[in-house]
């Protein structure tokens, strides 16, 4: 039976929400990050998870569990944000050598719960964060905003959407991402050696020793064509900022604009669907041993409002006082 209700998990407020085999687990307090994400029938663990962690450990590193949403996302140089009205400067919070701004604010924010709730078809639940004056953030960044979230939970796995709408008189500068943590191993009783990742991807962005873009879009080399032939191994090796343009693919016969995980052993596929307003990956894994991996989808570069590429190429965009701009995710099983 699909239902919604309110749980405490490790010290915070949760809505946990079960529909169509999947279960999941919302900390709204905690930038509505999902911080669980489970295929009940097939024993699936999409996120990174530990059913001992405490409120106060994911808080302190909000960016390596679940699947937190950033905005503004990845690296500003020298904390500096140039928009079309303004220059804004960003505290930088990112040690020497790199001397940027990372991640922002908004997966740090305790977000408000306006509803939960299931029927027949699917459990859905609804959070927001109005950033205005009352943010400690906005003496850097005075662009007033609501962020509103919609978690579906059904058949078709848990679609994310996520939309923001400029309630300032300033033009506001759209970066949006998802440092997406996958468990590694996914599947129950899986091991890390048999993960495989498949990703279409397009050209790789170059990227200098502070992780910002030279602005150089390179070929694939040997190494880049395992995502694209559904070989890369995600762990058990460094995969380090690597920033490509997405395409699309294939996912039995219809289009697919996202990545796909497989554990070779069991055939098991963990698939991730992102909206084409994300135009680029970033792989990432901490160094390869610590039993995860970040396929970490971006609607724009890093560093995207500073370069100098035109936003056809950068993604970086902007939206007016009272527009709005929407994005969607999708996380599904094949089993």
Known sequence: MNY?????????????FSAGGYKALVAYEIGSNVIRLHDDKNGMEFFRFDPNNTADNIRQSAEVWGLPTLYLPNRFADGILKTSDAV???PVNEKAPYNNHIHGFLHKRAH?????????????VKTCYRYDENDEFFRYFPVRFLAEFTFTLSEHGLEHEVKLTNLSDKMMPISLATHTTINSPFADGGK?????????IGK???LNDRCLPTEELLELNTSDTEYLKGGKRPVLQVVDNEMYFGETMNLNGQPFHGVVAEDTESGKKLCYEVSDEYRFWIFWNDRGFNKYFCPEPMTAMIDAPNLSL???VSGYREIRPNESFTAHQRFFTIA
């Open 4 to 16: 919604t209700k309110l749980i405490n998990f490790g010290g915070t407020p949760c809505v946990e």
């Open 310 to 312: 035109p936003p056809e």
């Open 192 to 200: 890390e050696g048999n993960i495989r990742l498949h990703a279409p």
């Open 112 to 124: 408000t719960l306006k509803e939960h709730h299931a029927d027949d078809n699917c459990a859905v």
């Open 88 to 90: 804004y400067h960003l």
């Open 204 to 206: 790789r962005c170059e």
